[in-house]
């Protein structure tokens, strides 16, 4: 049906779409007054200044200028061209496309567009084909007794359209052709042999269709069930088509998004099986990168809506592997990232089989922040009594370090490096910076700049000592006005502090505070250490210029290490008592879950803050 789309039907998309529901699926907004506010998804903001008016049926960004009405977001968002935006949201309204004669050149219809949606219709079809033969026909038999002896219940195996492919290898063809397909048509889909296309590309296969954002099957993924084990691949899955980019879909992601804005928080997990478990337990947060490497295309699709990233790959080598790629993608985008260690069994299939949901639940639930998880395993790696143990796990830790985004948790991430180690701190700071203004100068840097390089490799010099991150919290409230002071003490403890500096000064402040002799001067005198002298008279000109905003940022910075110190303390003792069988550690075990999932709330809402 060719033609132009015509101005009737993009009014009545225009009219009928609320644009608020449109963008507030791809940027949490907030209601203010009239408006609607949200971070933009077209630059990099922290604060919100993308508006969107529902009156107006308009959004706007005050920093980037980006504009447009709904049909100009999903085209930018969805990468669709001005007629594949307007069928997209005509679709969701349920309206149907008016074609006409003449119109404006953009209003055409795109035979691109077209194609895309005569393949989506193709893999819906063959999917719905391929479910009937799984769960209805004697073929299927074998292929969902393997399912259902997974655990995966009938509910799940509905939900997610699970299919079985045919033993026949020349059946799809024929049965598709009967429908009234081209021949070229079915031989560029995708779903055929490219060398014999007669020959279907999956069979004998339990079958896991792959939806869009709204739910139409784009590909397939075919799992090996029986055979010549060693000449088929355990996994088949669609290469890149019109309709569909593996690199930037997520396996499940239609029916998690909803979850993901509410739990803000997602799993990326290994594979179809992986994901379906977590789904069928309940935790419907999961998703899954489809047969390649977490992308950061992917990993974007989710940033909006979450605080944190859960990463649950496979224990051997190579999921290992993958778990510390997607650490460093992830915190290159500035995201909180946790691991979820199974315990009994090696994927989330087995754990819901063997163990049940709640086991799975807990595994999440003891999910540990990845520096944790990044140590540990080097900890199993390398002897940390060995001068060369040391060099290796420091220099692997490093590059961890580079993808944080926030010096504060570098130095504090570097802290928990040489604790663990046992490594002297400012050996392992030099290390790092050298090692930086090594790799600069092997990159062949311009004249001048690396002279500019060399003065502040100079200044670095004479700092000899540097306050710790805790430390330099403290330190922002020492000014002549007690109001600061208070207001942090007010907040948090000196128990709430490690470093035995930071610890000492806050006692020395608190003394002042009390005394009502609080200033600089008095401070300075009751130190003993020469060393914490130095770093308050240096610390002084450093956070003058905002001292209540540098305030703040500390305080919250102290309460919420110490909670996730909090954490990892009860973390651990519930590791151990898992182990136990005794019905008192049982009852202490799930007195601290409650703990825990208290401490969790805390975390979250202080990161709101
Ligand atoms: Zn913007």
């Known amino acids: 049906m060719a033609g132009f789309i015509s101005q009737a039907t993009i009014d009545e998309v225009t009219a009928r779409t609320d644009i608020v529901r449109v963008v507030s699926d791809y940027v949490p907004l907030v209601q203010k007054g009239n408006d609607w506010w949200g971070c933009c998804p077209f630059h990099h903001e922290k604060t919100a200044s993308f508006s969107v008016s529902s009156e107006k049926k308009f959004y706007y960004c005050f ?20 007629p594949e935006a307007v069928t997209f949201l005509a679709r969701k309204q349920g ?16 035979p691109a567009a077209k194609l895309k949606q005569e393949y989506t219709d193709l893999y819906t079809r063959v999917a719905g084909t391929f479910h009937y033969m799984l769960t209805s026909t004697d073929a299927g038999a074998f292929a969902l007794d393997y399912i259902t002896k997974r655990g995966i219940s009938m509910e799940t195996i509905q939900k997610f359209k699970l299919g ?188 819901m089989l063997n163990f049940g949901k709640d086991t799975l639940t807990k595994d999440v639930e003891l999910a540990i922040l990845d520096s944790d998880f990044l140590l540990s395993k080097l900890q199993e790696l ?23 985004q926030s010096d504060v948790q570098k130095n504090a991430c570097l802290e928990q490096l040489c604790q663990t180690f046992d490594i002297n701190l400012e050996a392992a700071r030099k290390d790092f910076t050298n090692r930086a203004h090594r790799g600069v100068q092997e990159r062949s840097v311009p004249q001048r700049l690396q002279s500019e390089e060399s003065v502040s490799q100079e200044q670095n010099k004479h700092q000899v000592f540097k ?18 002071f208070q207001k942090m003490r007010s907040r948090i403890s000196v128990d709430d ?26 401070i300075l005198n009751r130190c003993e250490s020469e060393q914490l002298k130095s770093m308050i008279l240096k610390s002084d000109d450093e956070y003058s210029s905002n001292i209540a905003q540098s305030v703040d940022s500390s305080i919250l910075y102290v309460e919420r290490t110490a909670l996730e110190r909090k954490r990892l303390e ?29 401490l969790d709330n805390k975390i979250v809402s202080l990161k709101r803050m």
């Open 497 to 522: 502090l490690t470093d035995p500096q930071a610890r000492k000064l806050f006692i020395i402040m608190e003394e002042c505070s009390r005394s009502g002799s609080f200033s600089v001067s008095n």
């Open 570 to 598: 009860l973390v651990n003792r519930m590791r151990r008592l898992e182990r136990s069988a005794l019905p008192e550690d049982k009852a202490l075990l799930s007195e601290l879950l409650s703990q825990k999932m208290d």
């Open 95 to 110: 309206i149907q496309i008016q074609y006409s004669e003449g119109g404006l050149e953009q209003q055409k219809e795109d």
């Open 382 to 404: 390398y002897p940390k009594n060995s001068p060369e143990g040391k060099k290796a796990a420091t220099l692997s830790f490093f590059e961890y370090m580079d993808a944080l």
């Open 467 to 484: 306050p710790n991150a805790e430390l330099r919290a403290v330190l922002t409230a020492v000014t002549d006005d007690p109001i600061y």
């Open 164 to 351: 079985y492919s045919p033993r026949d290898r020349f059946w799809l063809k024929k049965f598709l052709l009967e429908k009234n397909y081209s021949k070229e048509f079915l031989e560029a889909s995708g779903l055929f042999s490219k060398k014999y296309p007669d020959i279907a590309f999956f069979t004998d296969r339990l079958m896991f269709p792959i939806f869009d954002r709204s739910g139409n099957v784009v590909a397939m993924g075919g799992r090996f069930l029986r055979g010549d084990a060693e000449h088929s691949p355990k996994y088949l899955n669609s290469g890149d088509l019109p309709q569909y980019k593996k690199g930037s879909t997520l396996y499940a992601f239609n029916f998690a998004r909803q979850a993901i804005r509410e739990a803000k928080r997602v799993i990326f997990c290994e594979g179809y099986m992986d994901c379906i478990a977590y789904h069928q337990c309940g935790i419907h947060y999961a998703v899954a990168p489809l047969g390649t490497a977490l992308t950061e295309d992917q990993i974007r699709m989710v940033k909006p809506f979450v605080q944190e990233i859960l990463l649950s790959f496979d224990s051997d080598k190579a999921g290992q592997e993958a778990t510390r790629r997607a650490i460093l993608m992830c915190r290159k985008q500035d995201i909180t990232v946790r691991v979820i260690q199974l315990t009994g069994a090696k994927d989330p299939a087995e754990i």
């Open 63 to 82: 920093g980037c200028h980006a504009g447009g009405t709904a049909i100009n977001f999903i085209m930018e968002m969805e990468k669709l061209s001005y």
